[in-house]
């Protein structure tokens, strides 16, 4: 896996993938930034909920429960001081679905936080990881 760095200004900077794909990250005004961009530390949060719903999804499809939207909100908390890693991360799963297995649901889960994910396993050896789930059934035609 590869990936390139560029400054653009300020504290703008431009990642671009091995994959080919870029993505523009800043900072704040008040240490330079223009607001441009996510965050690098935001970009590491989405970064993890990306792979664990990638993880989830992969999981409940092999098992053939049929899943119709799924959703991560996560929640960080950072240390007060340098280096400030995150020190504890929150994972909302809402997962969607027509009749959907609320065990194959959490189990995919747990998968994906004990031995899939490996952002959420690096992240592990600094913030404590917490997980929920939400099911829902998908609204109905009228």
Avoid at 50 to 74: A, H, M, P, S, Y
Avoid at 87 to 100: K, N, P, S, Y
Wanted: net charge negative; hydrophobic share 40%.
């Amino acid at each position: 896996m590869q990936a390139r760095v560029k400054w653009i200004e300020g504290v703008a900077m431009l990642g671009e993938s091995g994959s080919g794909h870029g993505v523009v990250m800043d900072g704040p005004p008040e240490f330079g930034g223009r607001n441009l961009g996510v965050r690098p530390m935001e970009m590491l949060l989405i970064g993890m909920g990306g792979c664990t719903q990638f993880d989830v999804l992969t999981i409940l499809r092999r098992g053939r429960q049929n899943v119709t939207d799924c959703v991560v909100e996560l929640q960080a908390e950072r240390a007060e001081t340098d280096p400030k890693v995150f020190t504890r991360i929150h994972a909302h799963f809402i997962v969607t679905g027509h009749d959907l297995d609320r065990r194959r649901v959490e189990r995919a889960i747990d998968l994906s936080a004990e031995k899939y994910c490996s952002a959420s396993i690096m992240l592990g050896a600094t913030a404590e990881i917490t997980h929920d789930v939400e099911i829902r059934e998908p609204l109905r035609a009228k």
